[in-house]
């Protein structure tokens, strides 16, 4: 799944990365470069830590969306990617019958914020559970 992170650079301070998705989790790193691969095992910590308290893993918000806000203006923003798969634990392979009309809404949604099928129905399911506030992971 893709996160937006914003990075952010104070005159006298390293890199900072701030993941608006996943509240507390922060990084930095000397470079860009090294700030956004110390964000990634952060995130990756974060989310683990979250799937063993049983909480509800965030879909990544609208990336449009975030961009707006001011509380991040002059920041630069990336997206990194977490393998959600394999912090959650081995898939499974599953059998299911779609109408035609649906699975192509679905295979043009995961496409247009970069996911296969699968990972964009993981992530409606999360989502879904999220909203409904009853379910969890």
């Known amino acids: 799944m893709l996160y937006p992170v ?19 989790c922060i990084s930095a790193g000397k470079t860009p470069e090294e700030a956004l ?12 830590g ?6 509800t893993i965030p879909a990544p918000t609208s990336f449009t969306v975030l961009t707006q806000s001011a509380e991040y203006k002059g920041g630069t923003w990336a997206m990194v990617e977490i ?9 499974e392979r599953i059998n299911i019958t779609v109408p035609r009309f649906a699975l192509r809404r ?26 409904s506030g009853k379910a969890k992971l």
């Open 6 to 24: 914003v990075i952010q650079k104070d005159p006298d301070s390293d890199f900072g990365v701030v993941v608006p998705d996943l509240p507390g």
């Open 37 to 48: 691969r110390m964000a990634r095992e952060a995130m990756e910590l974060h989310i683990e």
């Open 50 to 55: 979250m799937i063993e308290d049983k909480e």
């Open 83 to 91: 393998d959600l798969d394999k912090l959650m634990g081995p898939a």
């Open 106 to 131: 679905i295979d043009a949604a995961a496409e247009q914020m970069g996911m296969n099928r699968s990972q964009f129905l993981v992530s409606a399911a999360l989502t879904g559970s999220q909203q």
